[in-house]
């Protein structure tokens, strides 16, 4: 799946893709992040991008990302949920 860093305004609901950004794989976003990441809302205004994500880094500061989510996001969520509850 591919993501990439975006800027979000929540008085708007306004997303824009950040200046500079580079497309990114969204299984090693969510490694970067340590899986803190959650699902904000859906994507309808940016062509290949169905989602929007935030991700909190160790200092608890906020990240953006777009995320063009296909089946392979259902298989990643699932296996991360066995892996917390101790099912592998």
Do not use: H, P
Not at 7 to 33: G, H, L, N, P, Y
């Amino acid at each position: 799946m591919k993501s990439i860093q975006a800027e979000f305004k929540e008085a708007s609901k306004k997303t824009t893709i950040k200046k500079d950004a580079k497309e990114e794989d969204w299984a090693m976003v969510c490694q970067k992040f340590n899986d803190d990441v959650s699902r904000i809302c859906d994507v309808t205004d940016k062509e290949d991008y169905t989602g929007l994500f935030e991700c909190f880094d160790d200092d608890n500061n906020r990240f953006f990302y777009l995320v063009k989510e296909d089946k392979d996001l259902y298989r990643m969520k699932r296996k991360q949920f066995f892996d917390n509850i101790g099912l592998k």
